[in-house]
């Protein structure tokens, strides 16, 4: 499944690498919780995030703060989570809101991309949605401690926010490992990918090697460039460029938006083209202005391998098949 994800839309979110959550002497440490766990990921958080960073791909890192005054928190009737530990965690300001050392000078590389927040979730009033949106990120892979609550709420508002989320559940640790199973059970089945390291690291590879990703252009040879012009952009409604300069041999060329070029040069022979497809919007309607221009129909609007369709010849008795996602 990781291979549907594309490494240039993706993005590392590293949660709370810090000494209050993964140094014995921080607030979880001394309040009597087992660090063990979180301190264990923090080799693979790192291999991690400089795999991504090679790669070209963003890593965000988040760091709790908390404050000395938090009249919102204090208003609270029922104990907070921040009174159930030996103090406050992560004051702002503090050692124990600091980075721990082993990934701190990593972390602070790219500083605007250190995400300070004041609650569990990422999101939650920052500026993270913002940042992933200027690196046009469409899937967030997710680390970090800890499991039931900073990084459960990141992985939910992200999933809520539509992106697509991996959790690397080798680079995730919690509190409690009982509860931690249960929680990954419920994210695989409403919110999040659940991965490890290793296959990570391998997508990552294989996203990021020299390959072709997608289509860029096709050009068409036309017996009648004006016939051809007026079928696809008078009739199928493609978007002429007005900047296309003439090929280097000197052939006119005219360039659609959609990725389409036409020159001169046809036979009207197409033994090496079966056909190319496009996607429109309004098939049928497409139909009927194709049907009242005397297009020649291959066959009739019906059910496609992408969804509704029909199959006409252009000028140049070149296949199209047209197509409307259902």
């Known amino acids: ?3 549907l994800l594309d490494h240039t839309k993706s993005a590392l979110l590293v949660i709370d690498p810090q000494n209050a959550f993964v140094h014995p002497d921080g607030t979880l440490g001394v309040s009597g919780v087992n660090i063990e766990p979180a301190r264990a990921i923090i080799p693979t958080i790192k291999s991690l995030a400089e795999a ?3 790669a070209g791909v963003p890593v965000f890192w988040t760091r709790q703060e908390h404050t000395e005054i938090d009249k919102r928190r204090a208003r609270k009737r029922l104990p907070s989570h921040t009174s159930k530990r030996k103090k406050v965690s992560a004051l702002a300001g503090s050692w124990d809101a600091a980075f721990v050392d082993e990934i701190a000078e990593l972390a602070r590389s790219i500083p605007e991309n250190v995400i300070r927040k004041h609650r569990f979730g990422a999101f939650y009033e920052t500026r993270l949605q913002t940042m992933l949106e200027l690196h046009g990120v469409e899937a967030i892979f997710v680390v970090g401690a800890t499991t ?4 459960e709420t990141s992985i939910r508002e992200a999933y809520l926010r539509d992106y697509d989320v991996v959790a690397i559940k080798d680079a995730i640790a919690g509190v409690r490992p009982e509860w931690e199973a249960t929680a990954m059970e419920v994210w695989n089945q409403y919110l999040a990918m659940i991965s490890d390291s290793s296959s990570v690291l391998q997508w990552l590879t294989e996203s990021a090697r020299p390959r072709a ?3 860029g252009h096709m050009l068409l040879k036309c017996r009648d460039m004006d016939a051809s012009a007026e079928f696809y952009i008078g009739q199928l409604g493609f978007t002429r460029k007005h900047d296309a300069k003439p090929l280097p041999d000197g052939r006119p060329l005219i360039v659609t938006q959609e990725g389409l070029g036409m020159t001169h040069g046809g036979t009207g022979n197409q033994e ?3 056909h190319f497809a496009f996607e429109v919007n309004d098939v049928s309607g497409l139909n009927e202005r194709l049907k009242a221009a005397g297009t020649g ?3 009739e609007l ?5 969804g509704l369709t029909i199959y006409v010849n252009d000028p140049d008795g070149n296949i199209i098949e047209l197509y409307e996602v259902q």
């Open 52 to 54: 991504f960073i090679s």
């Open 297 to 299: 129909f291959v066959r």
């Open 1 to 3: 499944m990781l291979n």
């Open 213 to 215: 990703v997608g289509f």
């Open 148 to 151: 039931n609550a900073c990084v």
């Open 272 to 274: 090496q083209l079966d």
């Open 302 to 306: 019906g059910p496609g391998p992408y």
